[in-house]
Every structure is written in structure tokens, then in C-alpha cells.
């Protein structure tokens, strides 16, 4: 079983230096190969990897198509039974993959993996980005085991298991490669944030199983592309969101649903506004005209009939945890 792992870099020398010695060190079995995929980096990243790391090996992208067309460009230079996608500001730790790899060979129906994922800042808490697996409720929103909207976990050993979830991060992201293709992998359109979620809820309805793997740990910074508060950020979660759900929600739900998401989203805009955000607000009005003007095309994209209506395990998280005070996700 061959693996690669992959890292997607744009002008992140900085994170190269301090992240990339990890996987190095720590990813040293003989089927394992590192690339970086580089987004036309401007900031000489290139130049530090082949002078310090020259067992890492680079394909450079024409230009800089974010996370989605970044990874789609540069897999299809890689020859591998697995793809590990890693962002640039992970560390990773002393055999972090065995378990992972293990599942892998022992179970043929998992496609999906993602490990435990901590803060690097604070290693005692998860992290925001995917933290003890993924979920999503009935409406789209998605929340981690370990981390539901703001409120993070700490790591005391609760989520140290193997389970089946909804969606694994893109943040240390591992998929079968054939599955990757298969799929098409990610849609281009969303840019970045929430493709994973997209390709996750793709796979779920073609009946492919993912896991999180709790044995295997990585840190992550987060942010370190597209900062945490930033309006565009806003903009791009709430726009993919709606994407995905048009794509992937069960026939029978798509009218009923997102009607009510535009609903909740209306919300979320008032909250923004007594909060003092009103950028925020803008950035989800921007996000829904958007993806009213990218209807047409979306709506293409989804398959004939999608029937798997098992894809929530929660009807509301924002009524669970604003109304209910339903805060970790044991509580829900």
C-alpha cells in the first residue's frame, strides 16, 4: 500500500520550516512519500524545500486555484494506492500514521480517515477544524465531536476511539485514491472551506464508509490561510454550505430544507448585526446571492436520485445549542 503525503502550500514558507520536519521525521516508512503541492507561491518556498529537504518532492501549480483546484491539479501527478492531505500548518507526532494505515488494510469499505486533531497553540484542547471527527445536522451546519460552534473540548483521553462519521477535515485528510477519482474530487467551485464536507457527503451516498481514528494524533494551528474572524471566511462557509446541500441532500428534502436554512442563515445575519459584525452580515448576503446566481450550475451537479436520508444525526444543532444550552456533543 503505497502512500503519499501531500501538502498544499501557498506562500506558507514560514509553516514549511516550522511543520515540514515533523512529517519528515516522523513519516519514514518505505511506502510512504512526501510531496508539496505549491499554489504558485511567490515567497521562495520552493527554493527552501529543495535546499533543505530534498527528499520531498514538489509539483508546482500553474497558479494559485485554493484548496479545492490545488489539490484536483496536483493528485493527478501522484501515483499512490492513498492520498494524505495535509495543511502546511500541521505537526504531526512519532507514529502518528500506523494506526491510520492499519485501518486502512483491515478494512476495505473505509475510504475516508482523519486523525485526532489538537491546537497546536493550547495541545490540551481540540481544534476547531475537524477536532474528534465530523457531523452535520439536518440543515447542513456542521460540528465536531470536541468542538461545537465556538465552544471547544479538552482532550482528556474522551474521543480516543475508532468510529464511523459524517466527515473528515480537510485539515489531515486521508482517502483511497481510486475513491478520490472516482468521485472527482473536489468541487473547484467552492474555492476553499467545506469542499471536504462536500466530498465526504459524495462518498457517503456512493455507500463508502469514513472514519476518524482516534490512535493517531496531529496539532493544527488553524487560520493560518484565512483567518478565523475574516468576512470572506464568512462569506465562503455559509455560499459552500448551500452548495452542499444542494448537491447532496435526498430529494424529498431539498425544497423543505433549504428553505429553512435561508431561514436560519436570515438569523445568523441579525446575530452578526447585534453582535456589531455588520461585515459579517454583508459577507452572508453576498454568500446567498451568489449561490442564487450559481443555481443553475449547481443543480447540475447533482446526481438523479440521492436517497440516503441517514445524512444527519442531529435535527438542529443551532436550536440544541443556543435554545437547549447543549454545549459539548455528549450533552447532545
Known amino acids: 500500500m503505497k502512500i503519499a503525503l501531500v501538502i498544499l502550500n501557498w506562500n506558507g514558507k514560514q509553516l514549511l520550516e516550522k511543520f515540514l520536519p515533523s512529517i519528515v521525521n516522523f513519516s519514514t516508512q518505505e511506502n510512504v512519500t512526501i510531496y508539496v503541492a505549491d499554489n504558485a507561491s511567490t515567497d521562495h518556498s520552493v527554493e527552501f524545500i529543495k535546499q533543505n529537504f530534498p527528499s520531498v518532492l514538489i509539483i508546482q501549480n500553474k497558479k494559485n486555484g485554493g484548496f479545492a483546484k490545488g489539490y484536483n491539479d496536483a493528485l493527478k501527478h501522484v501515483e499512490a494506492d492513498i492520498f494524505g492531505l495535509i495543511n502546511s500548518d500541521i505537526e504531526v507526532t512519532e507514529n502518528w500514521l500506523d494506526s491510520i494505515i492499519s485501518t486502512f488494510k483491515n478494512e476495505a469499505t473505509t475510504t475516508i480517515i482523519q486523525p485526532k486533531i489538537l491546537d497546536f497553540k493550547n495541545k490540551s484542547l ?11 445536522d439536518k440543515f447542513g451546519y456542521p460540528y465536531c465531536r470536541g468542538r461545537v460552534f465556538s465552544t471547544i ?16 477535515s480537510g485539515a489531515c485528510f486521508f482517502i483511497r485514491a481510486e475513491v478520490f477519482f472516482e468521485l472527482e474530487g473536489f ?9 471536504e464536507i462536500d466530498l465526504c457527503w459524495r462518498a457517503k451516498n456512493s455507500n463508502y464508509i469514513i472514519k476518524y481514528v482516534g490512535a493517531s494524533t496531529v496539532y493544527h494551528i488553524g487560520g493560518a490561510t484565512i483567518k478565523e474572524a475574516s468576512p470572506r471566511k464568512s462569506f465562503l462557509n455559509f455560499r459552500n454550505s448551500l452548495f452542499s446541500l444542494v448537491k447532496n441532500l435526498p430529494t424529498s428534502k431539498l425544497v423543505p430544507v433549504i428553505f429553512m436554512r435561508m431561514i436560519l442563515d ?12 455588520p461585515i459579517h452580515t454583508l459577507a452572508i448576503l453576498r454568500a446567498h446571492a451568489n449561490f442564487y446566481y450559481s443555481l443553475p450550475k449547481t443543480l447540475r451537479k447533482r446526481k438523479k436520485s440521492i436517497q440516503n436520508n441517514n445524512y444527519y444525526s442531529i435535527k438542529s444543532i443551532v436550536w440544541s445549542y443556543y435554545v437547549q444550552g447543549k454545549k459539548k456533543f455528549e450533552d447532545l
Open 126 to 136: 481540540f481544534e476547531y477544524a475537524g477536532a474528534g471527527g465530523g457531523f452535520i
Open 153 to 168: 473540548e479538552t482532550d482528556h483521553s474522551q474521543y480516543n476511539d475508532t468510529t464511523e462519521i459524517f466527515w473528515a
Open 187 to 195: 468541487d473547484e467551485d467552492y474555492f476553499a472551506h467545506q469542499e
Open 266 to 277: 436570515g438569523i445568523a445575519g441579525v446575530k452578526f448585526l447585534a453582535e456589531l459584525r
